[in-house]
């Protein structure tokens, strides 16, 4: 893995642990995905776009590649995708959500900044953000500063 600064933005970091996740996840996606097109179309007597989830038609790009441009583009961690395929998992199993071509974009979308979000989020306490507003830095009456 290459190691970079969190801030650093201005450089795109390939990880070579990024493809197999990649590969793997559109694969399912994309097969789950047909699987609940046929269903849609063959025993639910056709009814397309019934849940609030389904776009009006199927995006132009695929989710290998949307896949692709999400790990160039938003520096998370190969984790994020597992994490994301176990929220959709949870989703259509608790709510009873059927994964099709209409809705599998939103889906994957909504779930990768949700595992973003809960897994390569940088944030500091209230403590770290307020002292160089209020206090000096040289003022010796405060403890010094941790990460908390």
Same mark, same amino acid.
């Given at each position: 893995?290459?190691?970079?600064? /969190?801030?650093? /933005?201005?450089?795109? &970091? #390939?990880?070579? =642990?990024?493809?197999?996740?990649?590969?793997?996840?559109? *694969?399912?996606?994309?097969?789950?995905?047909?699987? @609940?097109?046929?269903?849609?179309?063959?025993? @639910?007597? @056709?009814?397309?776009?019934? !849940?609030?989830?389904? @776009?009006?038609?199927?995006?132009? &790009?695929?989710?290998?590649?949307?896949? #692709?441009?999400?790990?160039?583009? =938003?520096?998370?961690?190969?984790?994020?995708?597992? +994490?994301?395929?176990?929220? &959709?998992?949870? +989703?259509? *199993?608790?709510?009873?959500?059927? &994964? !099709?071509?209409?809705?599998?974009?939103?889906?994957?979308?909504?779930?990768?900044?949700?595992?973003? /979000?809960?897994?390569?989020?940088?944030?500091?306490? #209230?403590?770290?953000?307020?002292?160089?507003?209020?206090? =000096?830095?040289?003022?010796?009456?405060?403890?010094? +500063? =941790? #990460?908390?």
């Amino acid at each position: 893995m290459v190691s970079r600064s /969190k801030y650093d /933005k201005t450089k795109v &970091i #390939n990880y070579p =642990s990024y493809n197999r996740y990649i590969v793997v996840i559109a *694969q399912l996606l994309t097969s789950l995905g047909r699987r @609940g097109d046929y269903y849609t179309l063959n025993v @639910g007597q @056709g009814r397309k776009g019934s !849940t609030v989830y389904d @776009g009006p038609k199927c995006p132009p &790009i695929s989710i290998e590649e949307y896949l #692709n441009r999400w790990a160039r583009y =938003s520096y998370c961690s190969p984790e994020t995708f597992v +994490l994301a395929v176990m929220y &959709i998992d949870r +989703l259509s *199993q608790m709510a009873s959500v059927l &994964i !099709t071509s209409l809705n599998v974009h939103r889906l994957l979308l909504t779930s990768l900044v949700i595992a973003a /979000k809960v897994r390569d989020d940088v944030y500091f306490s #209230n403590r770290v953000c307020l002292l160089p507003v209020f206090f =000096s830095p040289e003022d010796p009456s405060l403890p010094p +500063l =941790s #990460n908390q």
